[in-house]
């Protein structure tokens, strides 16, 4: 049975399988390859049936596939642990500065209660941890209506838009 | 004071709910204790040794009366009647019950509090100089700096799970009051030559297992980038910042292992891709959050108040609290005024509920209704007039709030230790009390003069040893209690890392040794003028190793 993961906010079946590190690229389906494989069939990997995407360790420089953020439909950026803050800056680098615009995936440790965040710097789609109630989780998009900080879904802090409605 | 507007208030209230709902589930066995301990920390609920404990966020120590009075009711009602001010600022209650901490929370909310991001790897309470705004040698009033990195901080989706902890200080003034060279980072506000208000960037300082005085990465941020600089700073530490243990996890270790060049360039290169963008705070902003701090009615008034002289002339006790426990205010006519939490016989820094109230009504018959505390853990009526001091004095003694005793030997900073913190390695309150008991003549603290002691129960140092010009730290030999004693360190500008004297004392013999320490320091002192501190700068620390080693009594232990 396919797993169901959320994308924009709506659980959909993952049409996408995850490779494992040092898998070697099948000859067919849509993959998400890691970093290290992906380089490797980069250039082959155009003639090949079945899109590829790429995921992230936390320690991947992003600015590694700036390059390639046009023709990727999709990035994943691994959470080993849910405590481990590393892939948040990994999506804002992505999203603000790398201009991908694809599905931008969070899996591994994730949870519930993190989903409000890593939304806000820039994922999208995100594969809960195995046996969580994938549901249940949408509600915590809710969680919060306003914040400080600018973000993925918000280009401009408040503190811009608070001046401007004072001002008018 | 800053009042929320819709954004802050919709803001606290959704997460008193998320909270609610995150400990509904925890308690329903939803959410594993590994997976709720990170959120409520975050809400700063500690588990601790004999019960649950919970640190309200009081950002850069600004309370107002209203928000005081809340704290002593919730103390009343969910503890026991008393919390513990601490030396970051915050409000720590040690006796709350887990389920009841949602309510606690839903109260805080209705008088614009929380207790959001007080513990935790994330962006802590920002701290700031108790006196901001009033202060005589204040440059800038540091106060809307504060409030803008406390919302830029508040919820910051990229930094939440940090490799550590994170603390910011802001100083704005020629004295620092607010520790900026021990912080994680420290920032020093302030006019260029042209005139311009920004922001001077210290790094990496820290105290801990491994202090670190800060260092200074950027002379000069205009305030309009100051966020995106944070952003670049913290975007290099979430990056790059260890995660393999956590004794090495703290920015400061970064600092070191890339050297402060090297960090610097490294935050330069993440500044330029930010510099300019949306980020930018605009004047506007500024002007906000400027008008939330605008100075209270002062009265035009000559600076000397003849009853308030004829008072201090008159009474010798009332002359020795307004020396050592007022402060020069900016306006004529006024003081500020530190109200002590450090009498005899009660643990530094806490409160009763009564003793709140109190404070509250104080601050509203004579300081315009706000209160502030300081990171010595004392509580400051800043906007005093001076012809009030005398009836504020005569009101704050009764209630064990009127100790002459700042910025002397009494003034004990000491961290709650082994009777209350899990991550203790021993007690601190009861060697707080012993020193306390053996310096109890406040005529002696007098001719002490000025005299920093630290106590802290772990090398966690949430005491601030490592800059009292006294350090003692519990540590940990064999299961059993020892204090290790350090001599020299200092804050503020002058900062400097205190120095080990020597072997480590069994808990009856530190009041020994402090007396020791102490009587080295009289009997060098070169004249009534010297500070303890600077007889120390200037003789070293063999004369008062020999003394406190050759006394017989340690000698047997
Ligand atoms: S210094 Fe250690 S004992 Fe004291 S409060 Fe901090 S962690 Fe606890």
Redesign the interface.
């Known amino acids: 049975m396919p797993r169901i993961i959320i994308v924009d906010r709506t659980l959909q079946e993952d049409t996408w399988e995850t490779l494992p590190r040092d898998a070697a690229l099948p000859d067919s389906g849509n993959v998400i390859a890691p970093l290290e494989t992906w380089r490797h069939v980069r250039e082959s990997a155009r003639a090949r049936s079945g899109a590829v995407g790429v995921w992230l360790a936390p320690d991947d420089d992003p600015a590694g596939i700036a390059p390639d953020v046009e023709r990727l439909p999709v990035i994943a950026v691994q959470f080993p642990q849910?405590?481990?803050?590393?892939g948040?800056?990994?999506a804002?680098l992505l999203r603000a500065?790398h201009g991908f615009r694809g599905q931008l995936r969070a899996f591994g440790e994730v949870?519930r209660?993190?989903l409000?965040?890593?939304e806000?710097?820039g994922f999208n789609a995100f594969a809960l941890k195995e046996g969580r109630n994938v549901a249940d989780a949408l509600a915590a998009f809710a969680?919060?209506?306003?914040?400080?900080?600018?973000?993925a879904l918000a280009?401009?802090?408040?503190?811009?838009r608070?001046?401007t409605a004072?001002?008018a | 004071m800053y009042r929320y507007?819709q954004?802050d208030r919709?803001?606290v209230s959704?997460?008193v709910?998320?909270f609610r709902d995150?400990m509904r589930r925890h308690l329903a066995g939803e959410?594993s204790e590994d997976?709720f301990r990170?959120?409520r920390l975050q809400n700063g609920l500690y588990v601790q040794r004999q019960a649950p404990m919970l640190r309200i966020a009081i950002p850069y120590g600004m309370l107002s009366a209203v928000q005081l009075r809340t704290l002593a009711r919730i103390a009343r009602t969910y503890d026991r009647g008393y919390g513990h001010f601490t030396t970051r600022q915050n409000l720590q209650l040690n006796w709350p019950k887990l389920e009841t901490v949602p309510d606690i929370l839903a109260e805080l909310a209705e008088v614009e509090m929380h207790a959001i991001q007080t513990s935790g790897?994330c962006i802590r309470n920002t701290t700031t100089d108790q006196f901001a705004g009033v202060a005589h040698d204040e440059l800038v009033d540091p106060r809307p700096y504060s409030e803008?990195i406390r919302?830029?901080s508040?919820?910051?989706?990229?930094?939440?799970?940090?490799?550590r902890k994170f603390k910011i200080a802001v100083s704005s003034s020629i004295e620092d009051r607010a520790a900026t060279f021990v912080h994680d980072i420290g920032l020093h506000i302030l006019r260029n030559d042209a005139g311009a208000i920004g922001a001077r960037v210290i790094v990496g300082g820290g105290l801990g297992r491994t202090p670190v005085i800060g260092s200074v990465i950027r002379e000069f941020v205009p305030r309009a980038e100051l966020?995106n600089y944070l952003e670049a700073i913290l975007?290099v530490y979430?990056?790059f910042g260890r995660?393999d243990n956590k004794y090495k996890a703290r920015i400061k270790i970064l600092v070191r292992e890339l050297s402060v060049t090297g960090f610097a360039a490294a935050v330069e290169a993440e500044f330029a891709?930010l510099e300019g963008g949306?980020?930018v705070?605009?004047d506007?902003?500024f002007t906000?959050l400027e008008s939330s701090f605008t100075a209270p009615a002062y009265e035009t008034l000559a600076d000397a108040d003849a009853a308030f002289e004829r008072a201090r002339h008159d009474n010798r006790a009332f002359a020795r609290w307004v020396e050592q426990n007022t402060f020069g205010h900016k306006v004529s006519g006024y003081a500020a005024v530190t109200l002590s939490l450090k009498a005899p016989g009660v643990p530094p820094g806490d409160a009763t509920s009564e003793q709140m109230d109190v404070v509250a009504d104080l601050a509203e018959r004579y300081s315009f209704g706000e209160v502030r505390v300081s990171h010595e853990q004392n509580l400051i009526l800043a906007d005093v007039r001076k012809a009030d001091l005398f009836a504020l004095w005569q009101e704050a003694r009764p209630a064990g709030l009127a100790t002459p005793n700042i910025g002397l030997i009494g003034n004990i900073i000491c961290c709650p230790g082994g009777d209350f913190c899990s991550l203790a390695n021993a007690k601190s309150i009861p060697i707080a009390a012993a020193i306390a008991a053996r310096f109890d003549d406040l005529d002696y603290q007098h001719d002490l003069g000025p005299i920093d002691l630290n106590i802290s129960g772990c090398i966690n140092s949430c005491g601030h040893h490592h800059v009292g010009h006294i350090g003692i730290l519990g540590v940990d030999k064999d299961g059993s209690e020892w204090y290790q004693v350090t001599l020299g360190g200092s804050q503020g500008r002058e900062t400097a890392l205190g120095r080990v004297i020597g072997r480590a004392f069994a808990a009856d013999e530190i009041a020994d040794a402090i007396e020791a320490i102490i009587g080295v320091y009289v009997a060098s002192r070169r004249d009534d003028e010297e500070a303890f501190i600077d007889t120390v700068r200037r003789i070293g620390l063999a004369p008062f190793r020999e003394r406190v080693y050759a006394t017989p009594v340690l000698e047997a232990a």
């Open positions: 849910f405590a481990d803050g590393r948040y800056s990994t804002r500065r949870l209660d993190q409000f965040y890593l806000r710097v969680d919060f209506s306003e914040a400080y900080q600018a973000s280009p401009e802090p408040p503190y811009r608070r001046t004072a001002g | 507007d954004i919709t803001l959704q997460r709910a998320q995150q959410l997976e990170p959120l790897n803008l919302q830029w508040t919820f910051h989706p990229e930094f939440a799970y940090l490799p966020i975007r979430n990056r995660r891709h949306p980020a705070v605009p506007a902003e906000r």
